[in-house]
């Protein structure tokens, strides 16, 4: 049994922690959040520790040699280490800080793929993927003529498995899929689909940016080749993330960026010679608070506990999820057995954008559309969804309030 089995996540206490929170829109209305698969809400520590920066030691790291720059320097490598420990890296050299999951996969297709893919080559992607793990691997097709190949779901938005033991064939060389899907929230397989990828010769990457927030990663538990996943998904700030890689990968892909910091020596005469790891693939003076806040999101969710988190937001999946099937009309995207964070639906007769707008009136933020996963939408035959979205900050009340917003609004639009 675990220390935390007999915890409960203090809500209260939590609240406390996002300032955020106490906001009321549109004249005097509390604000309820339920936006967090999109961004979720800043902890005063996170804004303290950025803001502590620029107050304290704002200064360039790596290359300095005065005392701001030392301080710098030890609070952007430290946070480093954060992220090695948070997601159970073997080591610091595996963790490249970059712009966000999207820059991350970036990276990867343009320095492994570019480079390990040719012509013929496959590289299967699921249908459930973000646009940010589809279009760069659309775009390397059409440079290096290799066939990208969709493992599909089924009509509860789970994976089709067999289909994608299938489609392993031997010309598969890199499996694409997110670990929890953010249009419909499913947590996907991704050990087995590790295990059953190395079977075949191929890699995995694995895209962790709605996974974090809500469940303890272990990227050598799963085996992943590569691990992505950004900063302000899990109460941290904007414009960073992270992208894991196995030593071995990383060291023998080139730098996709060139500048400064990712160099050891530049001369005319004999070229570049590029920094070790991490360091050559973080060119120019990177993101420095923004990094420092992520580790300090790291402390935060290390404290509350990702056990009670977990446990407190399935509580607030199952408790939306009763309360939404008794709304006249409305239909739940995705009811895969294991979901994670969000829950997407429609209505029938309202449109997500009307029903979006009007229900923000009564102070209640959802997020309405494709969710930049277009594919999966069509997959079951939508072009937009209404995604409510759940943080450790989130209550019961507050689905209730939204419930019943929803049917309010439900009386204009119907």
């Not at 290096?144 to 994608?164: E, F, Q, R, S």
């Not at 998904?233 to 990712?262: D, I, N, S």
């Not at 937001?313 to 994670?340: C, F, Y």
Request: net charge negative.
């Amino acid at each position: 049994m675990s220390a935390l089995d007999n915890l409960m996540l203090d809500v209260v206490r939590v609240r406390e922690d996002f300032p955020i929170l106490e906001r009321r829109v549109h004249g005097d209305v509390p604000l309820i959040y339920l936006d967090s698969a999109a961004t979720s809400q800043t902890p005063t520590a996170v804004i303290d520790a950025m803001s502590a920066y620029y107050r304290t030691i704002n200064s360039n790291i790596h290359r300095g040699l005065h005392s701001l720059a030392d301080e710098a320097t030890a609070a952007y490598e430290g946070s480093r280490e954060k992220v090695r420990n948070f997601i159970n890296a073997r080591l610091t050299r595996e963790i490249i800080f970059t712009r966000g999951t999207t820059e991350a996969i970036n990276l990867v297709a343009n320095s492994w793929g570019a480079n390990w893919l040719n012509a013929g080559d496959e590289v299967l992607i699921s249908v459930m993927e973000h646009h940010a793990n589809i279009v760069p691997w659309q775009l390397l097709a059409e440079r290096l003529d290799i066939t990208l190949k969709v493992i599909p779901c089924d009509d509860d938005g789970v994976l089709d498995m067999n289909a994608y033991r299938d489609l392993l064939g031997e010309k598969v060389r890199l499996v694409c899929v997110n670990h929890v899907s953010n249009a419909l929230g499913s947590i996907n397989p991704v050990a087995e689909m590790a295990r059953l990828a190395h079977e075949h010769d191929a890699l995995i990457l694995i895209d962790g940016a709605q996974a974090v927030p809500h469940q303890q990663v272990d990227v050598r538990a799963i085996d992943a080749d590569f691990y992505v996943f950004s900063g302000h998904k899990m109460y941290g700030p904007t414009g960073v993330g992270v992208l894991y890689g196995k030593e071995a990968l990383l060291e023998a892909m080139p730098p996709w960026q060139g500048g400064g910091e990712m160099i050891r020596t530049v001369s005319f005469e004999n070229g570049t010679l590029f920094a070790d790891l991490p360091y050559k693939f973080e060119a120019g003076t990177p993101a420095i608070a923004e990094v420092i806040g992520l580790g300090k999101a790291i402390d935060w969710l290390d404290c509350t506990h990702m056990g009670l988190i977990t446990r407190w937001e399935q509580q607030l999946m199952t408790h939306a999820t009763e309360r939404m099937l008794q709304v006249d009309g409305l239909r739940i995207i995705g009811s895969s057995p294991n979901k994670a964070g969000a829950i997407s639906f429609v209505v029938d007769g309202a449109h997500a954008q009307d029903i979006g707008l009007l229900i923000d009136q009564l102070g209640v933020a959802i997020r309405t559309g494709h969710h930049c996963a277009q594919p999966v939408l069509r997959r079951f035959g939508v072009d937009a969804t209404c995604r409510a979205s759940f943080a450790a900050y989130n209550t019961p009340e507050e689905i209730d309030l939204f419930v019943d917003a929803l049917e309010r609004v439900l009386t204009m639009v119907r």
